[in-house]
């Protein structure tokens, strides 16, 4: 395994949990920072922080710059065709309920059907829901197969002229499972409905190109991609977004207000409303520098080779340990999701923070999958670009070391 | 920033924890019970199901069933123990001594007895739903009574 | 003038603008950040990053302390009965938007009536307006008088058994005027309607006391109070919360989920879909601390002595400088709106900006008031407790030099 | 994060601007025109009307008529006295290199001439509507006619 030799960058790492060196591990939930990112967003609060648009003075035309270059960076980032496409939300769960709410209410009615699937965590879920429980549509969910991926067989007849949108994860944050987008996308398009991607887990840790995936929406956020928390983005087509209705009102969106009426800006500032959270935005700029400067396949192929270094040594625990999705790399991302017989999630979790080791163990925002996979919840570490071979052998460690305390506890 | 007082993770789970877990008391369900309660955390999935013979404003029997983790389970186990042979008014007074114990108060010790063991749990909000589950149950079976 | 003798606690004070010292007069646009706010967000990066709730690890517990620790300092900074009346959005307009769609939709019909007043930010109109283009609502307008205040002689009438919503804001960011809110909120409660405060420019400048003013619903922005971009608040009366719908899915705000349907936690979280902006809210609690310590009566009383000092100044200016709104100082916050004859505001801000003096100029994100003064836009200075008489004796110096500058081209 | 070469606020109002502003040159609505019209910029209310003549595919005379601030009147005053007399294809190009300058593109001097003048207004991204808001206007004006 090639080390990447960033881990130098990201402060955290010199933390120490419980005396021990910390082996962060939950990346899938949120990424850590580098410096470069911690320090851009620092000195803009020290120097050039004033609100943006519509300023006539120095600090407040810098703020806008710096607001501004970070919307060109991120277009750039996934290939955008140009940077009126980036609509800054909070979060990728935010970006998906603009989708709902000001694509869902114009163009859905009674009867109409969504496709997703059952492998999505509940941002990707619970919009939907919301929407159909108002309109009145119909949620329907392709299949998914044995080894954690999508079973797309019956493809063709799960869309059909009744389904509006067809929306699913990039990566399952669960399975690791990396679906194939372009070609459920490429359906969705054909049959007119509205191609939705979950890239909460696609834009960190893959190549993407929003372009070439022909996708109309796409969604991720910036705090698991080295960027600060409170910053989503929403790529949409250009003219899906300029003919889409605004969801949130108030300053910034809006062109001329009269006491009864109103006219908005052009997207994507018509779906910005309010003080934008420009500080963050501006070091996720600096996030982006980052990672275009390692590039989006080193980050991929260094994912590769660590998960495939955790796989193999897994396997070689002499227990029953269950390994959720799927073993060919080529169609996995760095997510590890097991069951460790006899000790329950939250156990593993618990005894593992003693080491040092920060791993999540829960449902992760995903009960459907989880009642699918037959169990109520599971322990998941997950990998990013400052994890290196030795944080996988303590995480081993400390997965045998809790097997032998539980031991006999095992039923 | 930093945590205080943090929990050791042998305190976490002490030795009392781990033998209720591994050897359950009072496990099973009874037959013909006064009140059959059954609850569950949504968030990891845990389960604990009561059964319980009330004579005379006293918990007579108590037995449980369940799934999940070391503290959920172990809690359980504890709760039968504690609470046979237990008036109902005490029950409630224990029940609430010992959420405000997992909340982060001070205990009064002599009163939780073997519950301290479960002290550590409380630097844990994400766990503390899970040592309660079985009190919760309880607490829930009884009102209904 | 009492110096809050603070400024040396902002960094940003140090900068130079066109090598001129920093003179920042626009405060009621956001606010500079005192080095603990920021240094508690890049510490917090370094040491303590990692996703809140449900995660069973060491930084994970450090996480959600120190956010869940920032809800219970704001509860008590404008004392909330319980953190659980706090929910956290990503500004004011955010807050406004959610009651019009959570509340909103569920509790108004063809023919309501929605009062506000023609001194609203947009962000406290445009809301209302989708709203009524949606259900047939109507939106009415308290009178304002000449001097900048509320003209309530008819408020009875204007609040009818028709009124679901009395909306208005703690003080206008334009005219500086303090509504007597109270008493509004008075009538509003007795009608049935809901209540709702527009604090954007209230909780930053005026100590807030939401039982006292027996609000429903207040709403506030972290950036406009020392704290960083991105964070909102939204208090709430516990029996409106509890009763309202979600408004955004996801994550975080759900508590069972089933492919077909789903519960929600209790309020706030119900309403904090997705991964919340925990780093800045971790920081909003450090500035929260700060301005306690400061004490907000303190803040206001700066206030006031800084106000009445540059209005006194402006007054001996050899021009005829119409300064907007009320000029009793007991209802009118640190607001400098003002017309200078014969140059345009643009000009004003941008001759301005030479002397390094950063003031705003434009609509102020309130056209239907610009057009109820009879101007299209005004330049406005306003004030925080880092300004001091220095910056006012600069804000003077730069204003006379731009008025001789321009001399001959008035008309 | 630092604006690389600032421009200095006399730069920004040289004496041309503010002679313009001043003493506006072909300020005026013409009689009968051949195009007539009005645009606003609804952030800060500037206005401009222009009235102008065309022969030949000629603007043989414009004059404007506004309010606002220094930088969008100057702009209109000199738009007139540089369109004057100028065939509406070169009025095209013109437009299209005074955009570009204000965009921040280094400009063609030659063909600029006096409009030069407003290079510096590229800094201010908010005042760059003010100074294009007649060119706005006039291209709007042509392209109905
Ligand atoms: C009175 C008033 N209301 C609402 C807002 C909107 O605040 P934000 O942009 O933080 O949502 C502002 C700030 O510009 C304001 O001054
Ligand atoms: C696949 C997937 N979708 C959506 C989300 C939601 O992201 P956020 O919480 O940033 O809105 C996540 C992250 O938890 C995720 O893993």
């Known amino acids: 395994m090639k080390d990447m030799s960033v881990r130098s960058d990201f402060p955290i790492m010199d933390r120490l949990i419980h005396d021990k060196p910390l082996t962060y591990l939950d990346s899938a939930a949120?990424?850590?920072?580098?410096?470069?990112?911690?320090?851009?967003?620092?000195?803009?609060?020290?120097?050039?922080n004033a609100n943006v648009h519509r300023g006539i003075y120095t600090l407040s035309e810098e703020s806008t710059l710096a607001y501004e270059t970070a919307r060109v960076k991120v277009?750039?980032?996934?290939?955008?065709?140009?940077?009126?496409?980036?609509?800054?939300?909070?979060?990728?769960?935010?970006?998906?309920?603009?989708?709902?709410?000001?694509?869902?209410?114009?163009?859905?009615?009674?009867?109409?059907?969504?496709?997703?699937?059952?492998?999505?965590?509940?941002?990707?879920?619970?919009?939907?829901?919301l929407l159909c429980k108002e309109i009145g549509c119909k949620l329907k969910y392709?299949?998914?197969?044995?080894?954690?991926?999508?079973?797309?067989?019956?493809?063709?007849?799960?869309?059909?002229?009744n389904t509006k949108i067809v929306s699913l994860t990039h990566m399952s944050n669960v399975l690791g499972t990396i679906?194939?987008?372009?070609?459920?996308?490429?359906?969705?398009?054909?049959?007119?409905?509205?191609?939705?991607?979950?890239?909460?887990q696609g834009a960190p840790h893959l190549p993407v190109d929003v372009i070439d995936l022909d996708v109309d929406l796409y969604a991720f956020s910036a705090h698991k991609m080295l960027g600060p928390t409170g910053v989503g983005v929403l790529y949409g087509k250009e003219k899906i977004l300029s003919a889409m209705s605004p969801f949130l009102g108030g300053g910034e969106m809006i062109d001329e207000v009269y006491e009864d009426r109103f006219t908005t800006k052009e997207a994507p500032w018509k779906f910005e409303a309010g003080t934008p959270n420009f500080a963050d935005v501006a070091a996720f700029g600096v996030a982006i520098d980052y990672l275009d400067d390692i590039g989006m396949d080193n980050v991929r192929q260094h994912e590769i080779d660590i998960t495939q270094y955790a796989l193999d040594q897994v396997r070689k625990i002499d227990r029953d340990?269950?390994?959720?999705?799927?073993?060919?790399?080529?169609?996995?991302?760095?997510?590890?999701?097991?069951?460790?017989?006899?000790?329950?999630?939250?156990?593993?979790?618990?005894?593992?923070?003693?080491?040092?080791?920060?791993?999540?163990?829960?449902?992760?925002c995903a009960q459907p999958l989880m009642r699918r996979l037959g169990v109520s919840a599971t322990a998941r570490a997950s990998f990013y670009i400052y994890n290196n071979q030795e944080d996988v052998d303590r995480f081993i460690d400390s997965l045998k070391k809790g097997g032998e305390f539980f031991g006999d506890a095992s039923r | 920033m930093m945590p205080q007082d943090e929990p050791k993770f042998d305190e976490l789970y002490r030795e009392l924890i781990l033998d209720h877990y591994r050897y359950p008391h009072n496990r099973g369900v009874l037959e013909k019970p006064d009140v059959d309660m059954q609850q569950h955390n949504p968030v990891?999935?845990?389960e604990i199901r009561l059964t319980a013979i009330i004579e005379d404003g006293t918990i007579s029997q108590i037995e449980f069933m369940g799934q999940g983790c070391s503290i959920s389970q172990a809690s359980a186990s504890m709760l039968t123990d504690r609470v046979t042979g237990l008036e109902l008014t005490d029950v409630d007074a224990l029940s609430v001594e010992f959420r405000n114990m997992l909340r982060g108060d001070d205990p009064d010790e002599q009163m939780m007895q073997d519950l301290m063991a479960l002290q550590g749990v409380s630097k844990y909000p994400v766990r503390v739903k899970c040592a309660v589950l079985a009190w919760d149950t309880l607490q829930k079976a009884l009102k209904l009574k």
């Open chain 1, 30 to 48: 949120t990424s850590q920072k580098p410096a470069v990112v911690i320090d851009a967003l620092a000195d803009f609060y020290r120097n050039n």
């Open chain 1, 75 to 129: 277009a750039n980032f996934i290939n955008a065709g140009s940077e009126e496409q980036i609509i800054f939300t909070r979060n990728t769960t935010e970006s998906l309920n603009l989708i709902a709410y000001a694509w869902g209410r114009d163009n859905i009615k009674e009867g109409d059907e969504i496709l997703i699937t059952p492998m999505e965590h509940h941002s990707n879920m619970i919009p939907w829901m």
């Open chain 1, 142 to 161: 392709i299949s998914i197969n044995e080894d954690g991926t999508l079973d797309l067989s019956n493809l063709d007849e799960l869309i059909s002229e």
């Open chain 1, 179 to 200: 679906n194939p987008i372009k070609q459920i996308i490429e359906k969705a398009n054909k049959a007119g409905a509205l191609s939705v991607i979950d890239g909460a």
């Open chain 1, 321 to 364: 340990i269950t390994v959720f999705g799927p073993k060919n790399l080529d169609i996995r991302g760095g997510v590890l999701a097991f069951d460790f017989p006899g000790v329950h999630p939250h156990d593993v979790a618990q005894m593992m923070d003693w080491d040092g080791v920060q791993i999540r163990a829960g449902h992760h």
């Open chain 2, 44 to 46: 990891c999935g845990d």
